[in-house]
């Protein structure tokens, strides 16, 4: 195939041989340009012959042959070169500069291209830069033919399609000024006229699509400039609203010093890259079932139906922006084990949610708006490393001029972003987005339910002196996805924490607010001291005094971490189980009281168990364990056989696997896991009744003095007398009755605590005059600790602080 109009950096003449079947002969193509500068060209060249085509294509790099060696060819090889191709056209000698350009690197050999000009004195330095810039252009063209042709190993392409690209021009951009030298032809393609070009980068990436400008920023950034040539397919709109393909090859030039001094390119029309067929018919097919998609979760799914595959995505994860949160309303793979731990932290409902601020990345993509594309080993933060390590694409979601959420594909395998690929991204992102908002309409009750619902489950559980605790919840799949499950772990004072579960009666907006109901009291319960069966008879009461039909069933669990020993009180509620440290399990025996809110005066009795290091406890709801298709003791039996042969080395997992089956669910499911370890060193504790006296602070600050002696700290004894006084004077002189002075010693600091039988909080003033004999007490103590506060207990408070002990003396301690 011949066409005319070829003219680029003193090249006159193109021609595009291409490998054959068999990978022994070059066979020409296309020809483009002038003929009669070099005319007469054979149509099939010897891989193994001797000609500047075959001899660039076996040695992978560029042969360039000025008039005098073009000449030393033809006389060495008569028959692929005639004399006459020496002359022009009229008869005269012709003095014709040749480059033979290899297509193709590597595994992926297409060709060659030959680009020749009367150009007497050779191509110089940077037109052998342009060209070869040129022919990779030429090469990204036979790999599109490539791609498209089923079932061939090697390119065959189809006569009538252009490789080489007529419309295209060369740039050179001087790095030290900013100042960019561009051809004609590249303003030509970008729509600009020549008198309106001012010579600067900015101008020409106004021109480009705007999810397109940082890929194109990017590419002539001297922080990431290489001698090695980089490459580029992006968009433009031209000024009469025509969308364009357009590829750009870059290659930096250094001066003598190695530093980039300039930076060649080549510009080209790449038509073979607007949307394929098969391309455009995945939009439409996508479009269409969204348009039928009616809740949040089927659109996600669709979008990952319709994604993964085309793609060969290994993860695709759908989410949406709820305030500064992101929610995730699809993962793919949804093992939890195939997404990073930031993911796995947040992993207490079906699908995780994360915090924006967390994540700079997905922050900046919503608030800019554009895709972002993330090479192999790019520098992610931790919470976006592991979802694509080969690859990371960060697609926003825009509808009605706002981003509702982002779509993650990620690839294991190191991945080169196609331009296809961002087409269809691009195309993918509004109509998901669209389809988010018209979910949304549709289903606004389900996601007031959800909402209220995952506001009042805790957001994160502590971390504990002595064990783990993990949870995780599962709405449920059929009917409304709203329930009555819930769970807590709630730190208390000298070494114990309560672990609680719950469930109320019913699927529906209101179970859910007895739910948070439920479990603030409990909490607060729990916090002013209250024994196991002391809280749990109170929240009963708080119930029936709410009168509501609805009851619930509550499991609560006051661990003592340093000894062990669990206290637990059943309210109707499906008994613990134990997985002990020889892996073997059991039901732990709970005496059980009836449901909450169905008698006031119901009584509570409580169980006490020991604990060994190693053991795990879990506590569950029966949505876990039973179903119209499983028994409960089936569904008991099933969790113990899971817990027996588990790793306890992480109890996410072990969560994970027992609730590994909960596919489809008629109830919610809600799962508390603690891992025991128990503590390596107990803290010492001592206790002091203070009495009325005179001098009752005297006997405090001695028993104080005496105690810190005995356990070996000397250093902070004056600062612990000093807020002792404090505090002990502050008691002493607001409340009546009793007065107790409780010091602990733990591994890296001291806590005092006064307890009194008066419920007013401390208040520390806002401005003492100087003048004034009192109110300076807890500015002291303020000023002296690194934390102090106030909790209520039954029948009063207690104030503490807490000093930290220099690690000299811990050390002296631990001796």
């Keep these: 195939m011949t066409r005319q109009g070829f003219a680029f950096c003193g090249a006159e003449l193109a021609a595009v041989y291409v490998l054959a079947e068999g990978g022994h002969e070059l066979h020409l193509t296309e020809m483009a340009g002038d003929r009669s500068?070099?005319?007469?060209?054979?149509?099939?060249?010897?891989?193994?012959?001797?000609?500047?085509?075959?001899?660039?294509?076996?040695?992978?790099?560029?042969?360039?042959?000025?008039?005098?060696?073009?000449?030393?060819?033809?006389?060495?090889?008569?028959?692929?070169?005639?004399?006459?191709?020496?002359?022009?056209?009229?008869?005269?000698?012709?003095?014709?500069?040749?480059?033979?350009?290899?297509?193709?690197?590597?595994?992926?050999?297409?060709?060659?291209?030959?680009?020749?000009?009367?150009?007497?004195?050779?191509?110089?330095?940077?037109?052998?830069?342009?060209?070869?810039?040129?022919?990779?252009?030429?090469?990204?063209?036979?790999?599109?033919?490539?791609?498209?042709?089923?079932?061939?190993?090697?390119?065959?392409?189809?006569?009538?399609?252009?490789?080489?690209?007529?419309?295209?021009?060369?740039?050179?951009?001087?790095?030290?000024?900013?100042?960019?030298?561009?051809?004609?032809?590249?303003?030509?393609?970008?729509?600009?006229?020549?008198?309106?070009?001012?010579?600067?980068?900015?101008?020409?990436?106004?021109?480009?699509?705007?999810?397109?400008?940082?890929?194109?920023?990017?590419?002539?950034?001297?922080?990431?400039?290489?001698?090695?040539a980089q490459q580029l397919a992006f968009r433009i709109r031209r000024p009469n609203g025509e969308l364009r393909w357009l590829g750009v090859r870059c290659r930096v030039q250094v001066d003598?010093?190695?530093?980039?001094?300039?930076?060649?390119?080549?510009?080209?029309?790449?038509?073979?890259?607007?949307?394929?067929?098969?391309?455009?018919?995945?939009?439409?097919?996508?479009?269409?079932?969204?348009?039928?998609?009616?809740?949040?979760?089927?659109?996600?799914?669709?979008?990952?139906?319709?994604?993964?595959?085309?793609?060969?995505?290994?993860?695709?994860?759908?989410?949406?922006l709820e305030g500064d949160r992101l929610v995730?309303?699809?993962?793919?793979?949804?093992?939890?084990?195939?997404w990073p731990d930031l993911w796995r932290s947040e992993w207490r409902s079906e699908w995780p949610d994360a915090s924006i601020h967390s994540l700079p990345t997905l922050q900046s993509a919503l608030r800019e708006g554009h895709m972002s594309l993330w090479p192999p080993g790019a520098d992610l933060e931790p919470g976006l490393q592991g979802i694509g390590p080969g690859g990371l694409a960060v697609v926003p979601l825009p509808a009605d001029g706002r981003m509702v959420g982002l779509c993650m594909v990620g690839w294991d395998d190191d991945h080169r972003f196609g331009p296809e690929e961002r087409s269809l991204l691009t195309a993918t992102a509004g109509l998901v987005g669209q389809a988010l908002v018209r979910a949304h309409a549709l289903d606004a009750g389900h996601e007031l339910?959800?909402?209220?619902?995952?506001?009042?489950?805790?957001?994160?559980?502590?971390?504990?002196?002595?064990?783990?605790?993990?949870?995780?919840?599962?709405?449920?799949?059929?009917?409304?996805?709203?329930?009555?499950?819930?769970y807590d772990v709630i730190p208390l004072r000298d070494g114990h924490v309560a672990l609680v579960i719950g469930d109320v009666q019913g699927h529906s907006a209101g179970a859910a607010t007895i739910m948070g109901q439920m479990r603030t009291a409990v909490r607060a319960y729990a916090v002013e001291g209250h024994p196991p069966d002391v809280v749990v008879a109170r929240a009963n009461r708080l119930l029936v005094?709410?009168?509501?039909?609805?009851?619930?069933?509550?499991?609560?669990?006051?661990?003592d971490m340093e000894e062990g020993i669990a206290r637990c009180v059943r309210a109707g509620h499906l008994p613990p189980i134990i997985r002990h440290p020889d892996s073997t399990t059991e039901e732990l025996a709970v005496e059980g009281g009836p449901p909450l809110g169905v008698l006031v005066d119901a009584e509570f009795p409580m169980t006490e168990a020991g604990l060994l290091p190693g053991t795990l406890l879990a506590l569950l709801t029966d949505g876990l364990v039973e179903s119209p298709s499983?028994?409960?003791?089936?569904?008991?039996?099933?969790?113990?056989?899971?817990?027996?042969?588990?790793?306890?080395?992480?109890?996410?997992?072990?969560?994970?696997?027992?609730?590994?089956?909960?596919?489809?669910?008629?109830?919610?499911?809600?799962?508390?896991?603690?891992?025991?370890?128990?503590?390596?060193?107990?803290?010492?504790?001592?206790?002091?009744?203070?009495?009325?006296?005179?001098?009752?602070?005297?006997?405090?600050?001695?028993?104080?003095?005496?105690?810190?002696?005995?356990?070996?700290?000397?250093?902070?004894?004056?600062?612990?007398?000093?807020?002792?006084?404090?505090?002990?004077?502050?008691?002493?002189?607001?409340?009546?009755?009793?007065?107790?002075?409780?010091?602990?010693?733990?591994?890296?600091?001291?806590?005092?605590?006064?307890?009194?039988?008066?419920p007013r909080s401390p208040v520390k003033p806002a401005d003492v005059n100087w003048q004034a004999t009192g109110g300076r007490g807890l500015l002291i103590v303020e000023a002296t600790t690194t934390a102090w506060g106030a909790v209520p207990l039954s029948g009063g408070k207690q104030v503490w602080a807490e000093i930290p002990l220099a690690p000299r003396e811990r050390q002296a301690k631990d001796s």
């Design 256 to 320: 003598a010093d190695g530093k980039p001094e300039r930076v060649l390119g080549v510009v080209a029309d790449a038509a073979y890259l607007r949307p394929s067929a098969d391309e455009v018919s995945i939009v439409q097919r996508l479009s269409a079932t969204l348009a039928g998609a009616a809740t949040i979760r089927d659109v996600s799914q669709k979008v990952v139906a319709a994604l993964r595959e085309p793609l060969a995505a290994d993860r695709v994860a759908v989410a949406e």
């Design 449 to 486: 339910a959800t909402m209220l619902q995952r506001s009042l489950l805790p957001r994160k559980l502590p971390e504990l002196p002595g064990g783990v605790a993990v949870a995780r919840y599962l709405p449920a799949t059929v009917g409304l996805e709203v329930g009555g499950d819930w």
């Design 630 to 758: 499983l028994y409960l003791e089936d569904g008991m039996r099933r969790v113990r056989e899971v817990l027996g042969p588990a790793d306890l080395e992480e109890p996410g997992r072990v969560a994970d696997e027992l609730l590994g089956s909960a596919n489809r669910r008629d109830d919610d499911v809600a799962l508390l896991l603690l891992r025991y370890d128990g503590t390596r060193v107990r803290p010492k504790r001592t206790h002091w009744t203070v009495w009325r006296l005179p001098n009752a602070v005297q006997h405090a600050r001695r028993f104080t003095a005496r105690t810190l002696r005995a356990w070996g700290v000397v250093e902070e004894l004056d600062i612990v007398l000093l807020v002792v006084s404090e505090l002990v004077t502050n008691a002493i002189a607001h409340t009546q009755g009793e007065v107790r002075l409780e010091l602990t010693l733990s591994a890296d600091r001291l806590r005092i605590a006064v307890n009194d039988a008066s």
């Design 37 to 228: 500068v070099l005319y007469g060209l054979p149509a099939v060249l010897a891989v193994d012959g001797h000609s500047p085509a075959a001899d660039a294509f076996r040695s992978g790099n560029p042969l360039w042959l000025t008039p005098e060696g073009f000449a030393a060819y033809v006389e060495g090889d008569p028959h692929h070169f005639p004399g006459r191709v020496l002359r022009n056209s009229v008869g005269t000698p012709a003095k014709v500069s040749l480059g033979a350009l290899p297509l193709g690197r590597g595994a992926t050999e297409l060709g060659c291209l030959i680009v020749a000009g009367e150009v007497p004195d050779g191509f110089s330095s940077d037109r052998r830069s342009l060209l070869e810039l040129y022919a990779d252009q030429v090469a990204a063209g036979l790999e599109s033919v490539a791609a498209h042709a089923a079932g061939r190993t090697t390119p065959r392409p189809q006569m009538g399609r252009n490789l080489v690209p007529l419309q295209g021009g060369a740039f050179i951009v001087e790095l030290s000024t900013g100042r960019m030298e561009a051809h004609a032809l590249v303003l030509d393609l970008l729509g600009i006229p020549l008198e309106q070009f001012d010579g600067h980068v900015e101008t020409l990436l106004a021109c480009a699509i705007p999810d397109d400008i940082p890929a194109l920023m990017a590419i002539v950034d001297p922080g990431r400039l290489s001698s090695t």
């Design 328 to 338: 995730v309303t699809v993962l793919d793979p949804p093992e939890p084990d195939a």
């Design 545 to 559: 005094g709410m009168e509501t039909d609805l009851f619930a069933t509550c499991l609560y669990v006051d661990l």
